[in-house]
Each structure stands twice: as C-alpha cells, then as structure tokens.
C-alpha cells in the first residue's frame, strides 16, 4: 500500500467526523434526565478550560475531550424544558462551552496543518522511494501490498478493480509475508495466510499465476513483482469453488 494512504485517510476520517453531528438517533429521555446531563457535561467543559488555562491539559488534549463531552450534549439540549433554557444556569453554561470549543477550533485548525503537512512529507518520500521509482519504470501508477488488495479496492476513490490494475504489487511485510501456498490449481498456486496470523489470515488469499513451481506450505517470493489480473472462481483447498483475486507475475 502507498505509505501516504495510511495519513491521507486519517485526515479525510477526521474531516469527516468534525463535521458529523454527534447526537446519537433514536436516544430519549425526559427533560428532568435531560437538564441533570446537560449541567454534568456543563461541568466537565469548565473542567476542560479551567485545566487549560492552569496549564494541566494540553490544548490538544481538550480537543479530544471536547469531541467527547459534545456527543451527550446535543442529545441532552434537545430534551430540556423551556424552563430550563431560559434559565441563568443555561446561559452561564452555554458560556462556558463557547470557551471550550474556541480553545479546542483553534487546536483543531493546527492539527489538520499538521495531519496535512506530515501527508506532503510522507507522500515526497514515497515518491523518492525505490519501490515507487521501479513501479513508476515499468509503468505502474504506484505500488501495493499483495496482502492489502482488499484494502486498497477499498480505499481507492476510483473503481477499486481499476485501481488495482494501475499498481505494481509486491509482498508487503505486513500481511503479506504470511501467505503459504496451500492448493495447486492449474494453472495457479493459491495462497492464503495461516489462521495463526490473526487479522492476516480473514480474506487474505490470492492466487498467483506464472509463478515458480512449489510445494505446499512454501512461502510466497518476497522478491517477485505481479500485476493484478482481477477474480476468478477456482476450486477451493476444500473442494468447494471459491472467488479469489488473481495476481501474475512479472517476469
């Protein structure tokens, strides 16, 4: 997988999620419930500014806390009794969460620069990288990880299959490593992880067409390079006919 997709997706994840109106569908209580909520949240945003100010939290860290206390808040607001907000205690508290929402807005603003300016950095050094320089050589877009298919179909703003047919793959040292072969198919070799490799080893398979001839259990190359070809439907290591993505190798 591109080394800069891991930043560029944490960024797009956390535009994504400022923006999202955090109270939760379906939740109700009663104005009494309500107003109890909504003066505890009062409590921990006036938390956050006093420890702000005291120098006992960082401003990025009242950002996190903020983001918390603020997904109980807009549901509790939408509860109280218009006794309860036209009273001084509401306006006092809608003072306070002002103050805590301009420290942690202004805290937000650098964390973007910075999520923004480690995403040019990393993608310059992808650039710079020998793997990407010998994909962009043989005329691919840029490289993946054999076992990170899935994730970069996924990933990919375009159509995933499309996607994956501009990159050169190789065995990336995450997932990748893992894979075994375990079933001779002519003319492919299927390999999947082990289900002692944990996450590694749920839909993580592949199989490989004009690759060397081997035995069961050997280890895919780690030095090869392949194409991505797309699915096929082969006969399982079971017996039962499995969809499974197809890569060749390059010679």
Not at 14 to 35: H, K, N, Q, R, S
């Amino acid at each position: 997988m591109p080394i800069v997709s891991s930043v560029s997706r944490l960024l797009g994840a956390f535009l994504f999620a400022i923006v999202m109106t955090p109270a939760f569908a379906g939740w109700d209580e009663t104005p009494e419930v309500a107003w109890k909520g909504y003066l505890s949240d009062c409590q921990g945003f006036q938390q956050v500014v006093n420890n702000v100010q005291n120098g006992v939290m960082t401003t990025r860290q009242a950002l996190n806390r903020v983001d918390s206390l603020n997904h109980t808040l807009y549901v509790h607001r939408d509860h109280l009794a218009q006794a309860n907000l036209a009273s001084p205690e509401y306006a006092r508290c809608e003072n306070v969460i002002a103050q805590a929402f301009e420290i942690r807005n202004k805290e937000e603003e650098v964390l973007v620069a910075e999520l923004q300016q480690q995403y040019f950095k990393d993608q310059a050094e992808h650039q710079e990288s020998p793997e990407y320089k010998r994909a962009r050589a043989l005329g691919f877009s840029d490289v993946g990880g054999l076992g990170k298919l899935k994730e970069l179909a996924e990933d990919s703003e375009t159509d995933g299959e499309d996607y994956l047919k501009t990159l050169m793959i190789t065995v990336d040292w995450g997932c990748g490593r893992h894979f075994r072969a375990v079933q001779y198919v002519k003319p492919y070799v299927i390999y999947t992880a082990h289900p002692d490799e944990g996450n590694c080893a749920i839909y993580k398979g592949v199989a490989v067409l004009g690759g060397e001839m081997v035995e069961r259990g050997d280890t895919i190359d780690q030095d090869a390079v392949f194409q991505y070809v797309g699915w096929k439907k082969l006969e399982g290591p079971d017996g039962f006919p499995i969809d499974i993505r197809v890569v060749k190798v390059l010679k």
